[in-house]
């Protein structure tokens, strides 16, 4: 058996921890901005920078630069289908669903 096949993929964290959602809205932000514009490497580097950020604070190693974007939108993805991604206690009032429902009045 090759030697790549007997070694175990490193595991990843499903989700960011919360006190990371500041530096994956950053990093998602300027992965799309990149996105936009494919032809500018300018925003492209600073996507894989702000991946690359999030992967440091989560004690992980840099990745290159796709790879880190691909990780990033892998780890939004996660965070976006995550059914309760807020503490119980969360400031929003959401009471740990990530809904608030605001009645309306006329």
């Known amino acids: 058996m090759p030697p790549s096949a007997a070694?175990?993929?490193p595991s990843t964290p499903t989700t960011p921890p919360t006190a990371n959602a500041p530096l994956l809205l950053r990093a998602v932000i300027a992965d799309l901005v990149a996105l936009a514009d494919p032809?500018?490497?300018h925003h492209a580097a600073q996507?894989?920078?702000?991946?690359?950020?999030?992967r440091r604070?989560?004690?992980q190693m840099p990745?290159?630069?796709?790879?880190?974007?691909?990780?990033?939108?892998?780890q939004y993805e996660q965070r976006a289908e995550d059914d309760s991604p807020h503490p119980p206690n969360c400031p929003?009032?959401?009471?740990?669903?990530g809904e608030v429902i605001v009645p309306v009045i006329w």
């Open 7 to 9: 070694t175990p993929r």
């Open 39 to 41: 032809a500018d490497t």
């Open 47 to 54: 996507a894989a920078a702000a991946a690359n950020a999030l």
């Open 57 to 59: 604070a989560d004690w």
């Open 63 to 74: 990745r290159p630069a796709q790879a880190a974007r691909f990780w990033l939108r892998d």
């Open 92 to 97: 929003g009032g959401c009471r740990g669903s």
